[in-house]
């Protein structure tokens, strides 16, 4: 299978216009001169290796499928991102949860705890099992959740800051719960697809018909974000009591 075969296929089904530089190099590493590779498996393998990767690297930086550069710009009062735009998640906060409260779900966390009803238990996977049964009980109207077992209520709304192929910058709000952006679910490095995105005074406002969640993660920048969250969070609150 060629290279151009590929690309085809990830533009056609994903929207990722894939670099040739980037995609060539996959196929030396892949050792595809040996051609028993099957094609399914190829463009899979292919598609989770820029899953993984950093889009200023992977992707091609195509005028119609960035963001506009003063996208920033607080005296555009709405404008309309038609697409489809790749973009990579560089942060996400839970803006319906407290600084404190956010804190104390991490410290429960360390501590292998929970919180059920006025009651704090051990647990093994904290949040998770919550969260699960808000999705089976049909919780996904669109409407954000109470607090979750995590201490936050892990269906936010959340704050984004998401990153094009030339390395522009956005705020992105979430408007309505979107199924996989969650701070359990959701990596930093995950890929997400904008497309007819409504951006209002610099921010984008995401709802689930603007968005096509790809998912992925960048292991380099999702490790010490998290690792270093806790200690963020602890910052922001005395900056703010020192104001």
Request: glycine share 8%.
């Amino acid at each position: 299978m060629s290279a151009d075969q590929i690309a085809a296929q990830l533009q056609s089904t994903k929207s990722l216009c894939v670099s040739p530089s980037w995609l060539n190099a996959f196929l030396a590493s892949s050792g595809q001169s040996q051609r028993n590779i099957p094609t399914s498996a190829l463009t899979k393998t292919a598609l989770f290796r820029v899953l993984a990767s950093d889009i200023r690297e992977s992707l091609l930086i195509n005028p119609s499928s960035r963001l506009p550069i003063d996208i920033y710009d607080p005296n555009i009062q709405e404008r309309r991102l038609q697409g489809p735009i790749p973009v990579q998640v560089l942060d996400i906060e839970d803006i319906g949860t407290s600084l404190w409260g956010q804190v104390e779900a991490i410290e429960r966390v360390e501590r292998g705890e929970a919180v059920r009803g006025r009651e704090i238990v051990r647990t093994v996977a904290v949040g998770e099992d919550q969260e699960a049964q808000e999705s089976s009980s049909g919780n996904n109207n669109g409407n954000f959740g109470t607090p979750n077992a995590s201490g936050s209520s892990g269906y936010g709304p959340h704050r984004l800051i998401l990153q094009d192929t030339a390395g522009t910058k956005a705020v992105a709000i979430e408007m309505q719960r979107i199924e996989g952006i969650t701070l359990e679910k959701l990596a930093i490095g995950a890929k997400i697809v904008l497309r007819n995105a409504t951006v209002a005074r610099g921010m984008i406002l995401l709802n689930p018909g603007c968005v096509d969640l790809l998912g992925g993660k960048i292991e380099a920048l999702d490790k010490p974000w998290k690792e270093g969250r806790k200690a963020r969070l602890l910052e922001r609150i005395t900056a703010m009591q020192d104001e």
